[in-house]
Every structure is written in structure tokens, then in C-alpha cells.
């Protein structure tokens, strides 16, 4: 039975340092393979299917007493089927639309406020709102902008900074 909890614990610690390494595995073994496990290699693959043979075969153990290889032949199952939903899972988390991320030009035209206060050519902070949500970004302006003031994006020379004008009243 220790063997089993000590596989279970062996594969939450993996699954930590997957948050860590993230891709480790994949990296190195980049090109050997060809892509013919394609994900399975992964850290938090190799990870669920670690702890679910470890956990699945301590509780079938406890639970049945088939023995340990009856034991290992309920854990490696339930750990392919553990290993098969987080590469899955996996998979749907990492799906990533670049196209959908906003860029600093989208927010040229737009309306503002002053959070930190902005010296001539130097720079402060804003809050812009694009679609809705608040987004703070570094901005500078050729005078000097105090707290509070509402200010239009002119430019956006980097993906966190704008160019500012205050509004005119």
C-alpha cells in the first residue's frame, strides 16, 4: 500500500512542478519523436496518470484486497483514463485566438481618465475601457496631465503604452 500512496504522492508533487516546468518534457524530447505521443509526454499528463495508478491502486488495495498486481491492474486503467482527461483538458485550456486579443492600436480614438498623474513627456498611468473591461496602461503626453482629467488615446506606441492628448473643455 505505501507504494501505491507514495505513486499518488510522487504524482501531485510532478503535477506542482508542471506549474513550474511547464513543457520540460516536451522540450527535451523535441524532434526524437516526431510528434508520436504529441501531448502525452507532457508534465501534467504523465502526472495524472502517476497519481491515478498511485491513488487507484492504494484504494483498490485497501478496498478489495486483490493483492498489488490485482491492485496494478485497477490503477493503470483509472491512470490512463486520469492521463486521457487532462491531456484533454489540457488541450482545451491552451487553445489560444491571438486574432481575439486586444492590441494597443484598438484603443487609438478612445476616451479615458487619468490615474496617475502625467509630467510633459514623461509618463503616468490611464484607465481606457475596451469592450467594456478597464484596462490600465503607461501613457505619456507633451504636458503635463493631472490626476482625474479625461484624456483621448492618440497612438499606442507598444502593446502597454499610449500616447494621451487632454480633452479640451
Not at 522540450?27 to 510528434?35: S, W
Not at 507532457?42 to 478496498?63: C, E, Q, W
Not at 490600465?136 to 492628448?165: F, I, M, Q
Request: net charge negative.
Amino acid at each position: 500500500m505505501n507504494w501505491f500512496l507514495g505513486l499518488g504522492i510522487a504524482g501531485l508533487v510532478l503535477l506542482a512542478l508542471s506549474l513550474i516546468f511547464d513543457g520540460l518534457l516536451e522540450g527535451l524530447l523535441d524532434g526524437a519523436l516526431d510528434g508520436l505521443f504529441d501531448g502525452w509526454l507532457s508534465l501534467p499528463v504523465v502526472a495524472g496518470f502517476v497519481s491515478m495508478l498511485g491513488f487507484g491502486g492504494a484504494v483498490a488495495l485497501a478496498t478489495t484486497g486483490v493483492g498489488p498486481a490485482g491492485a496494478t491492474a485497477i490503477g493503470v486503467p483509472a491512470g490512463i483514463g486520469a492521463a486521457w482527461l487532462t491531456l484533454r483538458f489540457t488541450r482545451v485550456l491552451m487553445r489560444d485566438d491571438p486574432a481575439a486579443t486586444p492590441r494597443g492600436g484598438d484603443l487609438v480614438g478612445s476616451p479615458g481618465s487619468v490615474v496617475t498623474a502625467i509630467p510633459a513627456d514623461g509618463y503616468g498611468e490611464v484607465l481606457v475601457h475596451l469592450a467594456g473591461q478597464p484596462l490600465k496602461l503607461a501613457a505619456k503626453c507633451s504636458v503635463p496631465v493631472d490626476r482625474g482629467a479625461e484624456v483621448w488615446v492618440e497612438s499606442s506606441p507598444t502593446p502597454t503604452s499610449v500616447v494621451v492628448r487632454p480633452v479640451e473643455r
